[in-house]
């Protein structure tokens, strides 16, 4: 086995594991706090998240991509992380009264205090954390991981029910945050106990300077929504945006966050041995679509039963934005392997200039939207228009970073787009032909689902798409453990 398909193969088990206790806390959260609840969360978090833009400062792209990573670099970057995230940290917890009284809820300062102590322990567990990744030790990664969500979970399921509200999202974070940094101490204890310097900090500065002015804006344009959301709407509004876009943040967990530590990786690995990556970036591409395409599609038919089997009715409301949300990871998916070229390629500033385009004409797209639609719904159309500019942006930028084009793009996706073709066909036809309300929910998304997976499955060896051998190497395994059998001794 390879290292990057056995880093990718831990790297997914890391993340599946991850996905199916956040999906089953999100599914018993969903049912024990409210809309108001998760909103004031999100706004707080939001918040919490810009500011927290500069915490990296650029320095996890930088370990992973230095090419002379010595222990004084190691060092210097635990200092200069220290010397930048605990003001902010202060800082944030400082102004949480003055936030609160924007928003006219004092459950906003009390989420962003709670949420304030994660930033004494990021410098702490950051250079743990990026050295196993650039090492592509991803089966550490998986404990370190694994004991770190599973006391997430179980810090918010249990504050849930005590009746915490909003604060029982706020105090897992930080419970989570403990445990990864007990668990770095455990899996790496050599790097764990390397003391901060400031000796090479010129070295990190120059290179987390335009690093963390993409980083900032980036996360300008993902806290916008719940901001100006909860700001001209309501925090119920956020919840209920929270919510839709859950569809698409399962997407991510499942597949993204499995990929793109070990993408990242292995373009950083293949920059720094001078070789192509534009195989490797296409090769992404084509398995990102195979899998995206289907899943969002068979969403977008279906949404009303999967939101309610998977959030509960009081999310109803959610069910036109989230379905647009769909629509918009479509398009959004041909920039899965922007990030992992530009960060592995340590092209901090060609991503500070991408960043400087769309996350200003996204704000402007969302604003407009808010102000003369004045509904959720509007800002889903608002989030499928700045998916497009995003992409086109993007890939303006990978041509001229490393020559490759649309016509490219276009070739290595076209069979996944015959995938999603024929996948949705069940799903269509179940829409079409049954009835799909409150009372009838269970039935059309089991119908949907099983009749998409083998149209799904069919259209990989029909198209012959480069997903087959994968598909054909799971079926094996499953044939070869259905028919084991031990064998019997004395015969």
């Known amino acids: ?31 024990i706090l409210t809309p108001y609840d998760i909103g004031i969360f999100s706004i707080a978090g939001s918040l919490v998240g810009l500011a927290g ?24 970057a635990i200092g200069v992380a220290m010397v930048i995230t605990w003001p902010i940290g202060a800082l944030i917890a400082a102004c949480s009264g003055l936030i609160a009284r924007l928003y006219q809820d004092p459950g906003v300062q009390e989420v962003i205090l709670a949420l304030s102590i994660n930033f004494f322990f990021i410098p702490l567990t950051m250079v743990v954390i990026m050295t196993l990744r ?38 897992q974070s930080v419970a989570g945050t403990v445990a990864l940094f007990l668990m770095t101490r455990i899996e790496l204890p050599a790097a764990g106990r390397l003391l901060p310097s400031l000796r090479e900090w010129r070295h990190i500065v120059s290179f987390g300077a335009l690093s963390t002015i993409g980083q900032v804006l980036g996360e300008v344009g993902s806290a916008a929504p719940n901001i100006l959301i909860g700001r001209i709407l309501s925090p119920s509004a956020v919840g209920f945006y929270s919510r839709a876009s859950g569809i698409a943040t399962l997407f991510i967990q499942a597949i993204l966050e499995g990929l793109s530590p070990v993408a990242v990786s292995a373009v950083a690995m293949r920059h720094r041995e001078g070789r192509d990556i534009r195989g490797l970036m296409l090769q992404g591409l084509t398995h990102v679509t195979a899998i995206g395409w289907p899943f969002f599609s068979f969403v977008a038919l279906l949404t009303f039963p999967v939101m309610r089997i998977l959030f509960g009715e009081q999310w109803d409301s959610a069910v036109p934005l989230a379905r647009l949300f769909c629509l918009a990871s479509i398009i959004g998916l041909l920039d899965t392997m922007t990030w992992a070229v530009l960060q592995g390629t340590g092209s901090v500033g060609r991503y500070a200039v991408l960043q400087a385009f769309t996350v200003p004409a996204n704000i402007a797209i969302l604003s407009v939207a808010l102000v003369f639609g004045g509904s959720l719904e509007a800002v889903g159309w608002a989030t499928l228009l700045s998916a ?9 930028f990978l041509r001229r970073l490393i020559g490759i084009r649309f016509r490219d793009i276009l070739n290595s996706v076209a069979k996944s787009a015959g995938l999603a073709l024929f996948s949705s066909v069940a799903p269509a036809v179940v829409l079409l032909v049954m009835p799909v309300g409150p009372g009838n929910i269970w039935v059309p998304a089991l119908l949907g689902a099983t009749g998409g997976g083998v149209g799904f499955i069919g259209a990989v060896f029909l198209l012959k798409h480069p997903l087959a051998d994968e598909v054909a190497s799971v079926f094996r395994q499953a044939r070869r453990f259905a028919w084991f059998t031990p064998e019997r001794s004395g015969e």
Do not use: P
């Open 1 to 31: 086995m390879s290292v990057i398909r056995r880093s990718l193969y831990l790297s997914f088990l890391d993340k599946y594991s991850a996905l199916a206790i956040g999906v089953v806390t999100n599914l018993i959260l969903a049912r």
């Open 53 to 76: 833009s500069l915490r990296d400062f650029g320095i996890g792209s930088y370990l992973l991509q230095e090419r002379e990573l010595t222990v004084s670099r190691q060092r210097s």
């Open 134 to 171: 650039r090492e592509m030790r991803f089966g550490q990664l998986y404990r370190v991981n694994l004991v770190t969500v599973l006391c997430r979970s179980i810090a918010g399921i249990g504050l849930a029910l005590l009746g915490f509200g909003y604060m029982a999202m706020a105090w």
């Open 388 to 396: 497009a500019v995003h992409v086109a942006a993007s890939l303006t």
